[in-house]
């Protein structure tokens, strides 16, 4: 039987180790994957996945973190708004499926409910794609089509969903801004290096602008060995630099790339992947509203230079 409950994540997969300072933090912790997560906010949670920077890991992002809400049993659209490099479809293994999109819909060439492809291991997981593969955003489609989009999928007969997840393209342009317009919250996808980090510091900005001020993000592509070996900025540094609450920290793992390749998304792995139960664990946190407090708690402190013998 598959657990609805993510497991804490093994010690290990946090930066420099960190271990629960006193047994009331380890048993709280231990207490909490007991439950099933409380669904905070109204519903449908318009949640866009973004980065600025392409490649890393905004789609792998958003199929992980979506199966887990539909494991979760809430009941999930996910959004495929990268028009031009459309692939949520394939890592979900739903490719061979996608017969009608969002522009046949909007030219009443078929209905929402014809668009919407229903995930073959969860019923309560439904993929929308915008366009076919490699073609251009298509005329007039903007912030407007998909306000009325999200309109229309919560006055399905159905129900509204719980969750609307927006897959984004790369770049802050036109396609960017289309994606983010129905979103009144957003996942921000950053990996530890400075490009990235910069390029979701523009976007940060930009969100808030456009108003959205509920903005998590996830680090990805992490890796232990490098931090260790200060080769890689640590998960603090990303914080200290973005000044965003934390919703999950992924490993680096070739898991993600096996499960990219085969269309099967991670966290239904059996056993499952550290980078799946860190995914699971995201999933958790968007749903309650919470944010990783633990990561800034548990890291060592930084290396004291040697002027700080001296009080600098
Ligand atoms: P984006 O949507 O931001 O362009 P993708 O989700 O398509 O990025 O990911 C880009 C590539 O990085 C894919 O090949 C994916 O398998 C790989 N990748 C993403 N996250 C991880 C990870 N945590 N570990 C290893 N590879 C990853
Ligand atoms: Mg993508």
């Given at each position: 039987?598959?657990?609805?409950h993510?497991?804490?994540?093994?010690?290990?997969?946090?930066?420099?180790?960190?271990?629960?300072?006193?047994?009331?933090?380890?048993?709280?912790?231990?207490?909490?994957?007991?439950?099933?997560?409380?669904?905070?906010?109204?519903?449908?949670?318009?949640?866009?996945?973004?980065?600025?920077?392409?490649?890393?890991?905004?789609?792998?992002?958003?199929?992980?973190?979506?199966?887990?809400?539909?494991?979760?049993?809430?009941?999930?659209?996910?959004?495929?708004?990268?028009?031009?490099?459309?692939?949520?479809?394939?890592?979900?293994?739903?490719?061979?499926?996608?017969n009608?999109?969002?522009?046949?819909?909007?030219?009443?060439?078929?209905?929402?409910?014809?668009?919407?492809?229903?995930?073959?291991?969860?019923?309560?997981?439904?993929?929308?794609?915008i366009?076919?593969?490699?073609?251009?955003l298509p005329?007039?489609?903007?912030?407007?089509?998909?306000?009325?989009?999200?309109?229309?999928?919560?006055?399905?007969?159905?129900?509204?969903?719980?969750?609307?997840?927006?897959?984004?393209?790369?770049?802050?342009?036109?396609?960017?801004?289309?994606?983010?317009?129905?979103a009144?919250?957003?996942?921000?996808?950053?990996t530890?290096?400075?490009?990235?980090?910069?390029?979701?510091?523009?976007?940060?900005?930009?969100?808030?602008?456009?108003?959205?001020?509920?903005?998590?993000?996830?680090?990805?592509r992490?890796?232990?060995?490098?931090?260790?070996?200060?080769?890689?900025?640590?998960?603090?540094?990303?914080?200290?630099?973005?000044?965003?609450?934390?919703?999950?920290?992924?490993?680096?793992?070739?898991?993600?790339?096996?499960?990219?390749?085969?269309?099967?998304?991670?966290?239904?792995?059996?056993?499952?992947?550290?980078?799946?139960?860190?995914?699971?664990?995201?999933?958790?946190?968007?749903?309650?509203?919470d944010?990783m407090?633990?990561?800034?708690?548990?890291?060592?402190?930084?290396?004291?230079?040697?002027?700080?013998?001296?009080?600098?």
């Amino acid at each position: 039987m598959i657990s609805l409950h993510p497991k804490p994540l093994p010690f290990h997969f946090f930066p420099k180790q960190p271990k629960p300072k006193t047994l009331t933090l380890r048993v709280q912790s231990l207490l909490q994957y007991n439950r099933k997560p409380q669904l905070a906010g109204d519903t449908p949670r318009v949640v866009v996945i973004t980065s600025g920077k392409g490649g890393v890991g905004k789609t792998t992002t958003t199929a992980n973190i979506g199966l887990s809400l539909a494991r979760l049993g809430f009941s999930v659209v996910a959004i495929d708004a990268d028009v031009g490099l459309r692939n949520l479809d394939l890592l979900l293994g739903l490719e061979n499926r996608v017969n009608y999109t969002v522009v046949e819909v909007l030219n009443g060439d078929c209905r929402l409910d014809q668009a919407l492809v229903r995930d073959k291991r969860w019923s309560n997981f439904e993929l929308l794609c915008i366009s076919k593969p490699r073609s251009k955003l298509p005329l007039g489609f903007g912030g407007k089509a998909l306000i009325w989009l999200v309109d229309a999928l919560k006055n399905r007969e159905e129900g509204k969903p719980d969750f609307i997840l927006i897959d984004c393209p790369a770049g802050i342009d036109a396609g960017f801004i289309t994606a983010i317009t129905p979103a009144n919250e957003a996942v921000l996808v950053t990996t530890p290096d400075i490009t990235s980090l910069r390029d979701a510091d523009r976007v940060t900005g930009l969100l808030e602008c456009d108003g959205i001020r509920d903005i998590k993000m996830i680090v990805n592509r992490v890796r232990t060995d490098m931090i260790k070996g200060e080769d890689m900025m640590s998960v603090l540094d990303v914080q200290e630099m973005l000044g965003l609450p934390l919703l999950g920290v992924i490993p680096d793992d070739p898991e993600v790339i096996r499960s990219t390749n085969r269309g099967y998304p991670l966290v239904l792995n059996k056993p499952p992947a550290l980078a799946g139960l860190a995914f699971e664990q995201a999933a958790w946190r968007l749903v309650e509203q919470d944010s990783m407090k633990a990561v800034m708690m548990e890291e060592e402190p930084k290396k004291r230079g040697f002027f700080s013998f001296f009080g600098g």
